[in-house]
């Protein structure tokens, strides 16, 4: 289960960093799970923003990128996106995804509205 947070009403040029709690099934560990922030817009399709894998690497994508940092904490069973320089086409209902690494059983989050304003 992953219950994502942070998200809320910033204007332009303002940051927001969204956080990730996730609750790992039975028998695994939040160090094995790869992460990632998607977002989807209204009327636009769900876009990857940023991923980090089990070893840290990191893959951004899309406008956010330069301006996003992702980051985990394993100890927390947590992942942060923090997002700086926020414009209004940044506005977008953020998702956590999370995938399992030893079989690729994947999970989503609720979602976290981030509304920035011009």
């Known amino acids: 289960q992953l219950q994502a947070s942070g998200g809320g009403l910033v204007q332009a040029g303002g940051s927001l960093r969204l956080s990730c709690a996730a609750s790992?099934?039975?028998?695994?560990?939040?160090?094995?799970?790869?992460t990632g922030w998607y977002r989807q817009a209204p009327g636009r399709q769900r876009e990857l923003v940023a991923a980090?894998?089990?070893?840290?690497?990191?893959n951004y994508t899309g406008s956010l990128k330069g301006r996003s940092t992702i980051s985990r904490d394993n100890a927390r069973n947590t992942v942060l996106l923090q997002m700086n320089s926020l414009k209004p086409e940044d506005t977008a209902v953020y998702y956590c995804?999370?995938?399992?690494?030893?079989?690729?059983?994947?999970?989503w989050g609720q979602g976290t509205l981030v509304t920035v304003s011009s």
């Open positions: 995804h999370a995938v399992y690494t030893k079989t690729g059983h994947d999970y």
């Open positions: 980090i894998s089990i070893s840290n690497i990191t």
């Open positions: 790992v099934a039975s028998g695994t560990t939040f160090s094995n799970y790869a």
